[in-house]
């Protein structure tokens, strides 16, 4: 029995050798680069010349700084917007197409922006939204107060035409996991539900979007932390102007630390940013937790 016993804990020990080195490089790469963000953002550093200790300078310059406001604006309005949109449209389309013919076509046809990526997407949407796209189209229509519109330069409508391009990319990743989610689904339970006389709407409310809360909570975590992050679809479709008008915390982290060279600054809107992602995603996660043990 010893013997064995002494096997058994050698593989496992050869097993966590094995894991090891790739655990101490990833961890260790995460906690450096927030513990030097974190560093960086008490200092003036301008990533060319040797920094200075500035102690909360840069915290006190961001709370007084007229484009504070403007990006927690926009940052929220990407938040809800995001949890709104594609979770709400990707369940109504999960719903809709599961257990149809053709399931496999609309999976296709609604994932396949997402296959595209960030930068492609912003480049299309771009088009569509500028003077060749939509408007011509409006124009031949005979909508021509649509046509004049500049959705990439007015506010707030910049903001929400890549709120629109950015449902169109991800509604169908949401949509993928809700079908997961009603797979998972016994099938029996929403048949017994039936020959009680649940159909439709009711079957919806009582029995379908409570036996998909687990999943509904996984995907609105995801979509939180992700609408708090977004850069690459602003950053091509308008870098975050007209003026800062559509900037949010990302961007304005880009702009200060690699454009303005003000990496004292801009670590210091990524540490706030962060605080931000970290505080509504386990906050969220605390509370469905919590309402899962009720």
């Keep these: 029995m010893r013997g064995a016993s002494m096997r058994r804990r050698r593989r496992r020990l050869r097993g966590y050798l094995f894991v090891a080195p790739a655990v101490v490089f990833v961890v260790g790469m995460f906690w450096y680069s ?50 709104v949109l594609p979770v709400g449209l990707g369940l109504l389309a999960a719903v809709t197409v599961h257990k149809r013919r053709g399931k496999s076509i609309f999976q296709t046809v609604f994932y396949l922006p997402y296959a595209i990526g960030f930068v492609t997407t912003g480049v299309i949407w771009s088009f569509l939204l500028g003077t060749s796209g939509f408007s011509v189209l409006f124009q031949a229509l005979g909508l021509h107060s649509l046509a004049q519109v500049q959705w990439l330069n007015d506010v707030p409508l910049n903001t929400y035409s890549m709120i629109v391009a950015s449902t169109w990319q991800t509604m169908g990743v949401d949509m993928l996991l809700f079908f997961v989610g009603l797979d998972t689904i016994d099938r029996q339970v929403l048949e017994a539900a039936s020959l009680d006389g649940a159909v439709g709407w009711k ?92």
Aim: glycine share 6%; net charge positive.
């Design 34 to 83: 927030i513990v030097m963000t974190v560093w960086i953002s008490f200092t003036n550093s301008n990533g060319l010349t040797p920094a200075k200790f500035v102690g909360l300078a840069n915290y006190n310059a961001m709370l007084n700084d007229p484009e504070l406001l403007t990006n927690i604006y926009n940052t929220l309005i990407w938040a809800i917007a995001m949890i």
């Design 203 to 294: 079957m919806f409310r009582h029995m379908t979007w409570p036996l998909l809360s687990a999943m509904t909570r996984v995907i609105i975590a995801i979509s939180i932390v992700n609408a708090l992050q977004a850069f690459n679809l602003i950053w091509v479709m308008t870098a975050g102007g007209p003026y800062g008008s559509s900037s949010t915390f990302a961007v304005w982290t880009y702009q200060q630390s690699f454009q303005y060279y003000k990496m004292g600054y801009g670590a210091a809107i990524a540490v706030v940013l962060t605080i931000f992602v970290l505080v509504a995603s386990v906050g969220y996660l605390r509370r469905s937790l919590r309402e899962v043990r009720v």
